[in-house]
C-alpha cells in the first residue's frame, strides 16, 4: 500500500549540477503533479500531467523539465541547479485533473533538495 | 487567476480548546474547498473537503464552512489534542490551466500546548 513514492528523499547539489527527483504511484491515477514547498510560500505548482503523453507548465516551471515515463511514473528533472532551486520537493497524483474535476491528491513523502 | 489568501500564518492553542483558521478566495466560479493536513516531514494529506452547494460539512471534531457570498471558508478544529499539530492548507479550485486542479493558501501552523 504504498501510494506515491519519491525518490530520493534528500539530496546537496552544488550549483550548476543537473539531477532527477523520480515519483512512482500504485493507484492507477491518471494525473500527476510536481509542487515546491518554500516557507511562507505554501505550495507552489511546477508542472503537471493531466494523462499519460500530457505535460503542462504550472505555475513555476522555469528551470525544471518532467517526463511522464508511463502512468505510474513522472520524473522532474533540474538541468543547471541554482540555489534559488532549494526546496521541498512535493509529487502527487489524483485520479483526473483539468477543469471541474476536483478528486483528491495524494502527496508522496517529499525531496529535501539543497544547492549550494 | 484564483488566489486563496489563508490566516493566521501561526496559532497556538491550548489542549481542549478550539482552533480557527480563515481562507478566501478570489474566483467566484470556484466550487470545492479541501483542507489539508501536512505533519512534519510529511506530505499534505486531505481531511476534509466542501463544495460549493453545501454551507458547513462536519467529521467528527472538525468542520468546515463555507460563505459563497464573501468568498470564505474557515475550518474549525474542537476539543483540540496535541496530535492535531500540523501545518494546515486551504485550497480552492481552479480555472486556470497553469494552476492545475486546485490553488493552495500559504498555510497555518497549528500548535496544541498540552
Known amino acids: 500500500n504504498a501510494g506515491v513514492t519519491q525518490t530520493p528523499k534528500f539530496q546537496v547539489l552544488k550549483t550548476g549540477q543537473s539531477m532527477t527527483l523520480q515519483c512512482a504511484q500504485d493507484m492507477n491515477h491518471n494525473s500527476m503533479y510536481w509542487y515546491r514547498q518554500d516557507p511562507g510560500m505554501g505550495l507552489r505548482l511546477i508542472y503537471y500531467?493531466?494523462?499519460?503523453?500530457?505535460?503542462d507548465k504550472g505555475e513555476v516551471p522555469n528551470g525544471y523539465n518532467v517526463s511522464r515515463l508511463n502512468k505510474r511514473e513522472f520524473s522532474l528533472r533540474l538541468e543547471s541547479a541554482a540555489p534559488s532551486q532549494t526546496s521541498v520537493y512535493f509529487c502527487?497524483?489524483?485520479?483526473?485533473?483539468?477543469?471541474?474535476?476536483?478528486?483528491?491528491?495524494?502527496f508522496g513523502e517529499g525531496s529535501r533538495l539543497t544547492v549550494l | 487567476g484564483e488566489n486563496v489568501e489563508q490566516h493566521p500564518s501561526t496559532l497556538s492553542v491550548q489542549e481542549g480548546d478550539s482552533a480557527v483558521i480563515k481562507c478566501t478566495y478570489s474566483d467566484s466560479a470556484s466550487n470545492y474547498f479541501p483542507w489539508y493536513k501536512q505533519e512534519l516531514g510529511k506530505g499534505p494529506q486531505l481531511i476534509i473537503d466542501i463544495r460549493s452547494n453545501v454551507g458547513e460539512k462536519k467529521d467528527q471534531r472538525i468542520a468546515v464552512t463555507l460563505n459563497k457570498t464573501a468568498k470564505h471558508f474557515s475550518l474549525h478544529i474542537t476539543e483540540t489534542q496535541p496530535e492535531d499539530s500540523a501545518v494546515y492548507f486551504c485550497a480552492a479550485s481552479s480555472r486556470v490551466r497553469s494552476q492545475g486542479n486546485l490553488i493552495f493558501g500559504k498555510g497555518t501552523k497549528l500548535s496544541v500546548k498540552p
Open positions: 502527487a497524483s489524483s485520479e483526473n485533473a483539468g477543469q471541474g474535476n476536483t478528486g483528491e491528491l495524494f
Open positions: 500531467s493531466a494523462s499519460e503523453g500530457t505535460t
